[in-house]
């Protein structure tokens, strides 16, 4: 007789890992399942950096396993931990080292003795029976293979597991289904800071920043938009950015850059994430060439690094008990079902043109995510976290970043847990119990708990 495991989480990414690592601490066996070779996803297979955000102002609103994942890295050198964010879009910014972070999942993962990982593999299909989920089918180089579970958490990002299911879901905006645009991240070593630092303080005019920061000791570039200008004129630019966009690393002479940007595509259709790669990639070349030529510091700059996959802000959203709205991120909502607090305003990439839009009501960004965003409607064992969450377009623009789906993963992993030692379905369980494992164990599941 095959094993059945407690719970199977499909999607080993930021918010499937502290999934499976809180389900594992509370004496649940776990199967967690990805297509990488290797934990992370997105921060670690498309370098989606730095991590955004622990803080509402100076009190910190993500803790628990997610800080934990910070500890480790800053054991290994691997991150410069929370600082002030230089471009004021947010109270702090966590700079990390993509590489060094897949070593601290791996070191997680391995010292974790209820979870199995199963990492090269693909779902392929589910087994359902009286509105639940039986077992999954995945497939990978060694075939096809069955797995059983009680539980079942979709932490693809994309709601895989979900759609396979018929739950139901949306897709981009309302009024013409376009999504986000994607991008692919790539890093330019041998840049003069000093050089970029020097020209960004004395044009403060031409950049978005925050001016209580010292740009010379962490760089963070929103802003060239006169230069940007002039290289769209000269026919140097001609890719849908209006702004330079790069982050410094935590290694000298080093920057993250997020300028390429891909539209009109669906990162849930394979012929547009190939067509996405290629133009992704020529793009850097691109924009390589632009920031050498024009922005000052970069003449010599070499290309360190390209991800290994052009990252995808926005996919499947699922329709769940509770939807997350635009109006509940700009009014800073409180909920008394809230499992996750979130700090980051709506952060929009024109799905169709140029513009990066931040829509907030004041400065800091502070608002709780209740539990029902990641119940769906029908199929009563399964949860769905990250970014695939139940959120209008313009709320997932706020709730997709890193540390938001570190806090929901962690939720999910509890939840599921009560759901299988209680058993109940997930859309049954007492909510304040799971409010206090939560704040029990670390984490933030609501303001008032801050």
Request: aromatic share 6%; glycine share 8%; hydrophobic share 45%.
């Amino acid at each position: 007789m095959k094993k059945v495991y407690d719970i199977i989480v499909v999607g080993a990414g930021s918010s499937g890992t502290n999934a499976a690592v809180c389900a594992a601490r509370r004496g649940m066996s776990v199967l967690l399942i990805d297509k990488n070779g290797y934990p992370g996803g997105t921060n670690t297979s498309a370098m989606v950096a730095p991590l955004m955000t622990f803080h509402a102002g100076d009190k910190q609103v993500v803790r628990g396993i997610a800080q934990e994942i910070v500890d480790r890295l800053a054991a290994r050198g691997g991150t410069l931990g929370h600082i002030p964010d230089p471009i004021g879009m947010v109270s702090t910014i966590t700079p990390i080292d993509s590489e060094l972070l897949k070593l601290v999942y791996f070191e997680m993962l391995s010292t974790e003795p209820n979870i199995t990982v199963l990492l090269h593999t693909f779902l392929e299909s589910v087994e359902l029976e009286n509105g639940q989920i039986q077992a999954v089918r995945v497939l990978n180089k060694s075939g096809k293979a069955t797995y059983k579970g009680k539980v079942f958490i979709d932490a693809t990002g994309d709601a895989d597991l979900a759609a396979l299911c018929d739950v139901e879901f949306m897709l981009g905006r309302k009024h013409d289904g376009m999504a986000q645009p994607m991008s692919l991240m790539f890093s330019l070593n041998n840049v003069d800071l000093e050089k970029t630092t020097k020209y960004v303080l004395e044009n403060p005019e031409q950049f978005i920043l925050n001016m209580d920061c010292d740009l010379r000791k962490y760089l963070a570039v929103s802003g060239f938009f006169s230069l940007v200008a002039q290289a769209k004129e000269n026919g140097d630019f001609p890719l849908p950015r209006d702004r330079v966009l790069f982050f410094q690393s935590v290694h000298p002479g080093e920057v993250l850059v997020n300028m390429t940007r891909v539209t009109r595509l669906s990162g849930v259709n394979a012929k547009d994430l190939t067509a996405a790669e290629f133009e992704a990639h020529k793009q850097v070349g691109i924009v390589t060439a632009f920031l050498k030529k024009y922005i000052p510091g970069f003449a010599a700059a070499q290309l360190r690094s390209i991800a290994a996959m052009t990252g995808v802000r926005e996919s499947r959203r699922i329709l769940g008990m509770e939807t997350l709205t635009a109006e509940m991120v700009i009014n800073s909502a409180e909920c008394e079902n809230s499992v996750a607090v979130c700090a980051f305003p709506i952060d929009i990439h024109d799905p169709v043109g140029a513009e990066l839009n931040w829509i907030r009501k004041e400065r800091i960004c502070c608002y709780d995510i209740p539990y029902g965003v990641m119940v769906p409607k029908k199929i009563s064992n399964l949860l769905v976290t990250g970014r695939c969450i139940s959120a209008t377009h313009e709320a997932i623009a706020s709730a997709r970043i890193t540390a938001t789906a570190m806090a929901l993963g962690q939720a999910a992993g509890a939840a599921a847990s009560m759901a299988v030692a209680e058993k109940k379905a997930c859309s049954a369980i007492p909510v304040p119990k799971l409010q206090k494992l939560l704040a029990d164990e670390g984490a933030v599941p609501g303001k008032r708990w801050i």
